[in-house]
Nanobody
């Protein structure tokens, strides 16, 4: 059974860091495009980072480039999102998603096939 389970969210002060994890089961991570998305209250879901199926080049939205880093541990079938210099505008529910590599490169649109349940990130003093 395919599952994506996010963890690592929480409350952090502006300027702080969090590392989100997404444990994937039921598929082999390296053969899928993996994306991180977020949705703030009253806003549409936003693609913020993705990593393509092997060889695995990353892609970032302008809003998080330099501050966020996506990485994978294929031995653990887990994808991570390291978030630094967090801002109140980063407050949202964060989701990971997986998609068969029908395109050569991953994209930041939300048409992924498989989704996790999300983890809340709140940036506030």
């Amino acid at each position: 059974q395919l599952q994506l389970v996010e963890s690592g969210g929480g409350l952090v002060q502006p300027g702080g860091s969090l590392k989100l994890s997404c444990v994937v089961s039921g598929i082999t991570l390296r053969y899928y495009h993996i994306g991180w998305f977020r949705q703030a209250p009253g806003k549409e879901r936003e693609g913020i980072s993705c990593i393509s199926a092997r060889p695995g080049s990353p892609n970032y939205a302008e809003s998080v480039k330099v501050r966020f880093t996506i990485s994978t541990d294929h031995a653990k079938n887990t994808v991570y999102l390291q978030m630094n210099s967090l801002e109140p505008e980063d407050t949202a529910v964060y989701y990971c998603a997986a998609d068969p590599p029908l395109l050569r490169e991953c994209v930041l649109s939300s048409g992924y096939t498989y989704w996790g349940q999300g983890t809340q990130v709140t940036v506030s003093s």
